[in-house]
């Protein structure tokens, strides 16, 4: 039987509310030690997804535009997939968008995340087919 995404991803996940100030979530992920994090609007439904390189590659680009918030630079919208999605889907999905994290949720509910360290976690752990 093969692996799902239920099956690796990280259920305590940090969201963003979309109001954030860049150095706050920059505080967040080095705090954390995580690269991103999904977006949430007040109603706490996924907007979209925020990463370092969103943080490094927009706040940084020469123009009288400065961003300020999460929402101001995420991605939208986030790349989902389902709990009950294959591992080999969602890492078809990754590559094709060349993105390295999906959230996993039904809707905008938000149910886990995986990156690309997660799926790598199951390769090591010899996970990547169940008995």
Known sequence: MSLRASDVMV??????PETTPLKEVARLFGERKITGAP??????????VIS???I?????????WSPSTASQIMTKPAVTVAP?????????????????RVVVGEGQKISGIITTMDILRAIASNQMTKP
Request: one cysteine or more; aromatic letters at 2%.
């Open 84 to 100: 009950d999605d294959s591992l080999q889907k969602v890492c078809e999905l990754m590559y094709e968008r060349r993105i390295h």
């Open 39 to 48: 977006v949430v609007n007040a109603q706490g439904e996924l907007v979209g």
């Open 11 to 16: 259920k305590d996940v940090l969201t963003v």
């Open 52 to 54: 370092e390189t969103d």
């Open 56 to 64: 490094i590659r927009k706040s940084t680009s020469i123009g009288a």
